[in-house]
């Protein structure tokens, strides 16, 4: 199993500011994936995280508004950018595990106001 | 593409009474299904997978490839199922895994 530490766990922004979410597991992983979760909604793939590469970004989703870094094999961050309400969301971190079961940080609940 | 359908956003069963979690998918290959949980103030946790063929916590799913669906059965209901229940489908060689909507199950007591 992976353990995944997500932070911060909540936060409260202002419009047109940003903010980066890091990601922690407890292993090695070569893809850490960044999903959305709107109120009500399911679960949406930002982007993969690839070490040593650009993040993949899925159909909607792009570098400048979500800038992702992954300087190693067990850390990551999104960053949401220019932030506006509509931004407001939970934001998920996960990984695969080596049965191919998804794992989950506790996700981070944002509001931007 | 692939897309993961579960037609209710809430399911409320008695206490002792059988469950069924519906979900749909669509893929022209191979799937690999699974069944995740969220309980309340809980993270997202897997509860069981196609092919390990496993009852955890009562519940089992069968993969059905003619009607193209993974339902999540329980006989008998108890308080503690109360979850949001996610059906998911990962395709074979890549890793991204696509979540239906959500299943809200509520057991009353």
């Known amino acids: 199993s992976a353990v995944i530490s997500q932070k911060p766990s909540r936060d409260i922004c202002q419009r047109g500011t940003s903010l980066t979410i890091q990601c922690q597991v407890d292993?090695?992983?070569?893809?850490m994936f960044w999903y959305r979760q709107q109120p009500g909604q399911s679960l949406t793939l930002i982007a993969t995280a690839n070490q040593g590469s650009e993040a993949t970004y899925e159909s909607g989703f792009v570098i400048d508004k979500f800038p992702i870094s992954r300087p190693n094999l067990t850390f990551s961050t999104l960053t949401v950018s220019n932030m506006s309400p509509e931004d407001s969301s939970i934001y998920l971190c996960s990984v695969i595990g080596l049965r191919t079961e998804a794992f989950f940080g506790q996700g981070t609940r944002l509001t931007v106001v | 593409a692939q897309r993961v359908t579960q037609p209710e956003k809430l399911l409320s069963v008695f206490k002792g009474a059988p469950v069924e979690l519906k979900c749909n998918y669509s893929?022209?290959?191979?799937?690999?299904l699974f069944w995740y949980v969220q309980y309340s103030r809980q993270r997202l946790q897997l509860l069981l997978r196609h092919i390990s063929r496993e009852s955890i916590k009562g519940f089992t799913a069968d993969l059905n490839k003619g009607e193209t669906s993974f339902h999540l059965k329980k006989p008998f209901a108890q308080e503690e199922d109360s979850a949001m229940y996610y059906c998911a489908l990962r395709t074979g060689g890549y890793q991204k895994v696509t979540f239906g909507t959500g299943t809200k199950l509520q057991v009353i007591p």
């Open positions: 893929y022209s290959g191979s799937p690999e």
């Open positions: 292993s090695q992983v070569t893809m």
